[in-house]
Antibody
Framework: QVQLQESGPGLVKPSQTLSLTCTVSGGSISSGFYSWTWIRQHPGKGLEWIGYINYSGSTYYSPSLKSRATISVDMSKNQFSLKLTSVTAADTAVYYC????????WGQGTLVTVSS | DIVMTQSPDSLAVSLGERATINCKSSQSVLSSSNNKNNLAWYQQKPGQPPNLLIYWASTRESGVPDRFSGSGSGTDFTLTISSLQAEDVAVYYCQQYYSTPFTFGQGTRLDIK
């Protein structure tokens, strides 16, 4: 059974960089033709796709993030990560990591608050 | 970007009755390479991550009860719950994974009447 778990600071100051890691267990991140995705949900709102990294290492991001997002993979640790630079209060959200373009496995989500 | 629009925004259905949620994409999500619609449906309950119900517009994910079904093609899609159960109270989202950014509908809140 594949499981994903997000980790990282729950509080980030404005203008700083949000860094989250997703640890995958129950399967190798390098096996299969999967993409590894980040999605966020603003409080009380809908789902927003951030981007993904695919099995060949190619990355795709939402243009709405204006090049602030970077997704990377560390196969030795079976993890993938999200960095979001120059954060503002508008980046306060629950951040989910997930497997696939139509994700079948999701982490539980982690709330990141941007505040001074 | 492909815009996904769900209707209605909310609905209330009696237990045992049928619930229907619609999803319209601003352009076709039908892939010519495999003749499949790149459209998924999710259920999200409070405090939980979304749960994949349907992919390829009509393929039920393993473990999903057969009262959930998906239909449609091109730009118009429907999620149907044939006989509403109390545990189906949730917010439902459609998502296209045809072209990046993979966009979601705004969500439909389903309650018991």
């Amino acid at each position: 059974q594949v499981q994903l778990q997000e980790s990282g600071p729950g509080l980030v100051k404005p203008s700083q960089t949000l860094s989250l890691t997703c640890t995958v267990s129950g399967g190798s991140i390098s096996s299969g033709f999967y993409s590894w995705t980040w999605i966020r949900q603003h409080p009380g709102k809908g789902l927003e796709w951030i981007g993904y990294i695919n099995y060949s290492g190619s990355t795709y991001y939402s243009p709405s993030l204006k090049s602030r997002a970077t997704i990377s993979v560390d196969m030795s640790k079976n993890q993938f990560s999200l960095k979001l630079t120059s954060v503002t209060a508008a980046d306060t959200a629950v951040y989910y990591c997930a497997r696939g373009g139509a994700p079948d496995y999701w982490g539980q989500g982690t709330l990141v608050t941007v505040s001074s | 970007d492909i815009v996904m629009t769900q209707s209605p925004d909310s609905l209330a259905v009696s237990l045992g009755e049928r619930a229907t949620i619609n999803c319209k994409s601003s352009q076709s999500v039908l892939s010519s390479s495999n003749n499949k619609n790149n459209l998924a449906w999710y259920q999200q309950k409070p405090g939980q991550p979304p749960n994949l119900l349907i992919y390829w517009a009509s393929t039920r994910e393993s473990g999903v009860p057969d009262r959930f079904s998906g239909s449609g093609s091109g730009t118009d899609f429907t999620l149907t719950i044939s006989s509403l159960q109390a545990e189906d109270v949730a917010v439902y989202y459609c998502q296209q994974y045809y072209s990046t950014p993979f966009t979601f509908g705004q969500g439909t809140r389903l309650d018991i009447k």
